[in-house]
């Protein structure tokens, strides 16, 4: 270094706030190398530190600051995870899930008690059917995008950015929708699935419910589930107001979707505000360049489209098997309806174990990082896998007694569901989504350690194996083999997903460097 | 029908059978720098691409899961194939990089390259082709009826794997069952486009082979003679110009593979013969039907009665009706919508002058297709399996002509007793009754 550096640094204030800067970033330097790269990455380049501070290099700057900044760490400043409650861990996934839950709860139990007030017209509720499946495929990848992109910059405390790339993200979410939807409509015309009326009707609830659903995932990003509660609270209203005035049933639920959606758009200004409100946030943030942010959100949409089209996959095999009918190109025989509704709902009630599970595991994973394994990697990794373990147990304990609940509720209430095929689809969806909560448990713990590639190849293959098992089942054997597919996919996702994260769990440090 | 709609549904019809069959394989198979023209390539990806719907539509329509979306998947596992094999070792990586260049080339909004497109090296079979779609403007008149009564065979078997009623093996009838779903038109449609494309097909593969055998300067004369050969030829039967087709395919390969023992060629061979040897399997203990030919048309019905019988096809999917014919036309309007003439006239001759009486068949309206001068094919129907199923009654003329005449005896009955019952159409052959409940 030289004098004049020297000089130079005594009188800039700047450099007082670059060494402020590299504390913050790392407390303990190991040595120069690494203040040259923390110095580096703060954005000083050989020509910067050279105009402003008089050092001949950014290395020189890295040897002149090392030692100012080496000094040993107080107990006060050791970095140490923070550990949520387990107590918030808990209120926060049966929030996460019940509020989806609980409205699908309502609506089923009101089908069984007013069927006529629930039940579309025979010409439209295939369409209408199809529409709502493809609308929570289709916008599940975009929710997925929406909320991690929006935790991952709200995690930076830059709730202005977040607003930015989540406000850019729905826009196109929405531009792709309308192009699904007008695809959907020319594939509805040209293989004359439908008659036009229920063509506009599905292409319509599709664009309608899609907008809807991403705009509920908004709300996950800060976890305010309760702004989702509201708007489909105001959204039942208006559907039992129209219902009860005598408004016909399609245009009380397309209202009532309208509505949902309408307090939900009211509501997403207020979820950037931060500590401030939403209109002091910055104004001139730039958006960032396309291909990163594509680069970054791509396998979170594929996982989020995956997810839902594993989900409906059977339902779709189900469909088109019965639909060997003539004039019907989809159509769910009733009882197999019934039976994979209340799979559906043990699933959506025992997500909160899933997510539980994943937050367990994510808390020990981090809290495992505080113990020194120096060079004892068997150590950690047997650590790991406890925890994957104790959250695998949790997962499946939920999933059982949720399961054994319902079903015997539903043995009690629903006198249709004692009807052989009815309580056949029940038990081998429930054994289908017993299977698939676990294998969800899986992709938390892969996607926590940043394995989210992996997750998609896996969760690829068992959609293709649900589909084309449940396509060729339901057709050569009847609808009710549809559900076989659902198992033998969910099977499979479960059994590569544990081996992927065994694996993974093994090689822990190299995965705890990535997590 | 129009001879506009006519031409222009048996253009898209080929367009769909040339893309899925043809340049979606080639495609998948990429450049070949060793080939000395790129036409060489579509005899065999014709061959293997039809030869994997030969194998997968019997096996979905085993499982009752034949559709437009089986359909549009079948015509994918080709290309598929193709590009594994084409990329076998490196697969993972040879499509990673092609989806993160797709990727950032839409996000970068950079045009994707088309695959390159040599005018000069396909503008005589487009011609061609395009010729022969135009053959009804220039004569002046279009059929659409099919011209040998053979090739109803073929539009049997493909409407039996349209409705899934039965397990056929026939690759002809399986590729006009892909094409008719993906097409989404008619098979009669597409029994007749299909033929069309076979007789250029052929006089190409035949051009192939003589440009290979004798040099390249052969190959423009060979092709360009062959285009003639699709308005001139005497008439075949369908699947006859599909095995010889996959013969010269075939041959051509095989020539190739030994002349430059290159292993590709040698697949390419093997799955031409193997096609060619599927193609007969619907003609085993009945071979003599491919080598009928005949220097005229012989049809098996009146041109107007497949005219209005794909002009009632084509009204909207929700509409309610029923069409009484003989069982030509249950070929052009499938089984769901037809109710046979014979049952028709044993069913309500009689009844009809009563003035309580109405036609319960479960219909808002009935079309009755009336034939007012017999059609005789004469020898050309004989050992014709969709005609020999047909009752007795409509394999004899005569029979025939009085069928027709105790079904019109019904319907004058019925209009002088009840209203809503008029002539839709009468041309002197075919008189058509509409008769609304």
Known sequence: MSLNAERVQAVDPGFDELVAAVRAVRPRLVDAWEATAVIESLGYTDARVQQEFGFSDTRAAGEYLYPMCRGPVGPSERWAPTAEPAVAIFTRAAASTL?????????FVAQILRPEAMQAPMRVAPALALALMFSLIVSGGFVQAIVRRGEFYIGMRQPGMARLVVEALLRFGIATTVVFGLGGLFVGWYFELFAWPALILGADAFVLMSVLWMVCGIFAIRQQHWRVAIALFAGFITFAGLRSAGGDVIMSQLTAAVTVLAAGLLQVRYVFGGAGSAATLPRHIKLPRLSVLVYWTVPYFWYGVLYFAFLFADRLAAGTAAAAVPNAPFSIPAAYNLGMELALLTLLVAASGVEVGGALFGRGFRAEALRPFVRDGATFAAALQRHHRRAMALTLGTFVVIAVAIAALAQRALPEIRMPEAWSTLIAGDLGYACLA????????????????????????????????????????????AVDGLLLGAGYFVVSSTITVQQTLKRSDYAYALG | MTMLAAALTSAWVLFCLVFFAIGVPMAALGPFADRRSRLLNVGPTLACSWLTIAISVPLAASVHGFNWVTALVIAGICPVGLWLARHRGTCSIAFRHTVRSLIFRALTLRAVRLPQFTVREWIVPLAGLSALLAWPFVTGRSDVRLPVPADFDTLWRTRQILSGAATVLDPLASLAAVVTRIAAANPLHVAGAIRLALVVLTGLAAGMLVAEVCGRLWTIPAVAGAIPVGVFVPWAPAATWAFTFAMLVGVTSLYIWIRDCRPRDGWYALAAFVLAASLLLPFIGNLDMLVRVSSTAQYLEHSAAAEQALQLDRSPADSDWLLVAPPEQQLEVGKGRFYDLARFVSRFRGRTGDPNFRFDLGVERI??????????????????????????AYQVPRERFRLGQLAREICDDYARSHARTAIRYDDGELRVYQIDR
């Open chain 1, 438 to 481: 676990l294998g969800l448990l899986n992709a938390l713990v892969l996607l926590e350690m940043r394995r989210v590639w992996a997750v998609v190849h896996e969760l690829t293959t068992a959609l293709l194996i649900n589909l084309a098992g449940g396509y060729v089942l339901s057709h050569a054997f009847g609808s009710f083999h």
């Open chain 2, 367 to 392: 079309y009755v297709f009336i034939e007012e001068r017999p059609v005789d094919p004469g020898f050309a129907a004989v050992g014709v399996r969709f005609v020999a199923a047909q009752p007795a």
């Open chain 1, 99 to 107: 509020i989806y839950a609980v409205p699908w709860l309502s609506v």
